[in-house]
């Protein structure tokens, strides 16, 4: 996934920023370090993180929706900064005036696989509105700031055509800002998890923006380069939890067959957030297959693994071998936005270990199990 997103058409030049958000283990920030990728990093904590992994400062850009309380710290390194706010390039051109900035703006269009993952349009409240463009270039102008980038990102399982209209938004906006030099179109390329759902076709998109970047030189006399920030899209499909059915219930003729697993909330939140969906496979062959309803471990009646599509409230059992105490279920699609947004500790439950699978085949342990102690090791007595 990381070599296609490399390979997406630019024909002025083409940065790859792994939203490393979507799964921050260092085993996996360092992979996708030795391959050239960049760092699309969400907090103060995540430029921390990414430095640690060996990307150099420059590979890495802070866009946050807080305000960052180390930013002299990162100029002074040389981390590339987004300013998300008209508060948050004040603060920069206060700290840093004279320097080179990006800019993330709201175009006033957004889209996402729920409400939840929407991050443009008005009812969002990521990047500047697009209608206060024009105080961001007296602020820029007052501090003496190039705003050499300018940033975009519209939610996260994104409609392709939707992607495309908020491209051409963006570059009507790089049209007002003359010192641009890069246009960043931000991620959220679909990945079907389940078996029915699509897949973005990154190369298709990617002709499409090339075209309106070719378009847009004939027209302005500028080739802008492109980032782009794939998150989900590098690493969704790349992990798989494994499990086990420690209890099977039921509620009757009229109710439901339920699988209680040893994880849920605490390794993925999504389906209790979302009513996202992954595929569920129950190691078992030979036996009839049952509607059933998998549930995790936590004392909360929200930690559903198979909620409807988009709507964490309802139920949506799972045609599968009818499971058996012991059985192992491999929940996929859990690299991405799984134990980057867990619950951990919740019901004191421990952080699981990870694993990566090698290329010879082989297993390397990325992070142990946590331990009790370390669950209360930062308590006071």
């Given amino acids: ?39 699309d990093a969400s907090s103060d904590h995540e430029v921390e993180r990414a430095l640690r992994a060996g990307f150099r400062p420059q590979a890495i850009q802070l866009t946050s929706q ?9 100029v002074a390194r040389g981390v590339r900064f987004n ?4 508060h948050q390039l004040a603060e920069f051109g206060r700290l840093a005036p004279g320097h080179e900035v990006s800019v993330r703006m709201n175009p006033g269009l957004g889209t996402g696989s729920t409400k939840r993952t929407n991050t443009g349009g008005p009812a969002s409240s990521f990047g500047i509105w ?29 409609d392709p055509e939707v992607w495309n209209r908020c491209a051409l938004m963006t570059l009507d906006l790089a049209a007002e800002l003359p010192d641009v030099v890069a246009v960043n179109l931000g991620g959220g390329f679909k990945v079907g998890r389940m078996p029915e759902e699509p897949s973005v076709d990154l190369a298709e998109v990617g002709a499409h923006v090339r075209r309106e970047l070719e378009a847009f030189r004939l027209r302005h006399g500028r080739g802008l380069g ?26 009757g003729g009229e109710g439901y067959l339920f699988a209680k697993l040893d994880t849920g909330m605490p390794e993925i939140a999504r389906p209790s957030l979302y009513g996202a969906q992954h595929p569920i496979d129950v190691l078992a ?3 009839e297959p049952a509607a059933v309803v998998f549930v995790g471990p936590c004392c909360e009646s929200g930690d559903i693994l198979t909620p409807a599509l988009g709507d964490p409230e309802a139920l949506a059992p799972r045609w599968v071998p009818r499971p058996q105490i012991g059985d192992l ?9 799984c134990a980057a947004m867990a619950t951990i500790n919740y019901n004191s439950y421990p952080q ?30």
């Avoid at 002025?12 to 085993?27: D, H, Q, W």
């Avoid at 300013?83 to 008209?86: E, F, G, R, V, Y």
Wanted: aromatic share 4%; net charge neutral; with cysteine.
């Fill in 285 to 287: 062959t030979g036996r």
């Fill in 1 to 39: 996934a990381a070599r296609e997103a490399l390979a997406m058409p630019a024909p002025f030049g083409l940065t790859v920023r792994y939203a490393m958000k979507a799964n921050p283990s260092r085993g996996i920030l360092a992979l996708f370090r030795d391959l050239g990728l960049h760092i």
């Fill in 329 to 337: 279920v491999v929940v996929g699609g859990a690299g991405a936005y």
């Fill in 130 to 158: 697009h209608e206060h463009l024009g105080e961001v270039k007296a602020m820029a102008a007052r501090h003496g700031l190039g705003i050499t980038r300018l940033h975009t990102h519209v939610g996260s399982g994104t």
């Fill in 83 to 86: 300013a998300c706010s008209l």
């Fill in 352 to 381: 699981a270990p990870e694993v990566m699978l090698e290329p010879d085949g082989t297993l390397r342990l990325l992070r142990g199990r946590q331990s009790l102690e370390q669950i209360w090791q930062n308590e006071v007595d």
């Fill in 66 to 74: 807080m305000p960052s309380r180390r930013l002299a710290e990162h």
């Fill in 226 to 251: 492109l980032e782009i920030e794939p998150g989900t899209f590098l690493v969704a499909l790349a992990g798989a939890v494994v499990a086990t059915c420690v209890d099977v219930v039921d509620t």
